[in-house]
């Protein structure tokens, strides 16, 4: 069974410091996504980043940056720059690819608390 | 814009009461789950559906049951809601390869 690990509970970090989140995941499959979840107070999910293992390369959206290292079993998450609006739960999640209803399965969360 | 929607952002009920929990989508995706999200435990995936009518027991199904009759709405059941099944529960939808789309959540607690 996939397992995906968030040993970091909390996180906080200066405004417009850099800040990097841990995430590690078991699984014996070959094809797969990795993704960062944002939950804010609203509690609505929102989709951050997501990463093709076939890829090699990271995926970045604007400040957010991914460490992906296959071999590993590594996905970390890099917020640069951050801003008190990133202040949520973060939670890496995997799902293996192909037909059907493939679950996401998630990790622990890590909540991060941007100070002023 | 994908929309999930659950019924309710917050719910009391009492210890033995039937609780349904409703979620609709408005995008046709024909993969829908619910979710249980509890600190330091993340979101467990209780049930999922992949078409009307069809079900699958998720990690946790233990005291939870679903319907799905139509391929916009999922509903999860608590036959016997009990004190331990106080939590928040998340419904998302998806389609192929598609990234997840969740509802906002429903916080219940049981008394």
């Known amino acids: 069974a996939q397992t995906v690990t968030q040993s970091q509970p909390e996180m906080s970090v200066q405004e417009a410091e850099t800040v990097t989140l841990s995430c590690t995941y078991d699984?014996?499959?070959?094809?797969?996504?990795l993704f960062w979840y944002k939950q804010p107070p609203s509690r609505q999910m929102i989709l951050v980043i997501r990463q093709e293992a076939y890829k090699q390369q990271n995926a970045t959206e604007n400040r957010f940056s991914v460490n992906f290292q296959k071999a590993a079993k590594s996905f970390s998450l890099k917020i640069s720059d951050s801003q008190l609006g990133d202040a949520a739960m973060y939670f890496c999640a995997y799902r293996r690819r192909g037909q059907g209803a493939q679950k996401l399965v998630f990790g622990q969360g890590t909540r991060l608390t941007i100070n002023p | 814009d994908v929309k999930v929607t659950q019924s309710s952002r917050y719910l009391v009920k009492r210890t033995g009461e039937k609780v349904f929990l409703e979620c609709v989508q408005d995008?046709?995706?024909?993969?829908m789950f619910w979710y249980r999200q509890d600190p330091g435990l993340g979101l467990r995936l209780i049930y999922f559906s992949y078409d009307v009518k069809m079900k699958e027991k998720g990690d946790i199904p233990e005291g939870y049951s679903v319907s799905r009759e139509k391929k916009e709405r999922f509903s999860l059941i608590l036959e016997s809601a009990s004190t331990n099944q106080t939590s928040m529960y998340l419904c998302?939808?998806?389609?192929?390869?598609?990234?997840?789309?969740f509802g906002q959540g429903t916080r219940l607690t049981v008394v």
């Open positions: 998302a939808s998806r389609t192929g390869n598609t990234e997840a789309f």
């Open positions: 995008m046709d995706h024909e993969n």
């Open positions: 699984t014996s499959e070959s094809d797969y996504y």
